[in-house]
Nanobody, 124 residues
Framework: QVQLVESGGGLVQPGGSLRLSCTAY????????IGWFRQAPGKEREGISC????????GYLYGMSGRFTISRDNAKNTVYLQMNSLKPEDTAVYYC?????????????????WGQGTQVTVSS
């Protein structure tokens, strides 16, 4: 059974950092494109970053690469999203998702499997 499990969310003050983890069960993550998305209340889900399975290519939502970094640990079958200099507007539920083949893009409908999400709240 294919499953993605996110962890690492929580409450952090503005300017703080969090590292989100996305661990895959039932498949080898390094063969798949993995994306991080977020959804704030009342807003559409948006793609933040993705890492390609076949080529390891990395993409970010415009303006995010300076604060967010995606990485993959194949030994742990886990993809990470390091988030620095967090702002209140980063508050959202963060999801990871996967799909096989092609190249990673930040288009939600291309992803087949999704995790349950982890809440990130940035507030003083």
């Amino acid at each position: 059974q294919v499953q993605l499990v996110e962890s690492g969310g929580g409450l952090v003050q503005p300017g703080g950092s969090l590292r989100l983890s996305c661990t895959a069960y039932g498949f080898t993550l390094d063969s798949y494109n993995i994306g991080w998305f977020r959804q704030a209340p009342g807003k559409e889900r948006e793609g933040i970053s993705c890492i390609g399975g076949s080529d390891g290519d990395i993409g970010y939502l415009y303006g995010m690469s300076g604060r967010f970094t995606i990485s993959r640990d194949n030994a742990k079958n886990t993809v990470y999203l390091q988030m620095n200099s967090l702002k209140p507007e980063d508050t959202a539920v963060y999801y990871c998702a996967s799909f096989y083949g092609g190249r990673c893009r930040l288009i939600a409908r291309e992803y087949d499997d999704w995790g349950q999400g982890t809440q990130v709240t940035v507030s003083s």
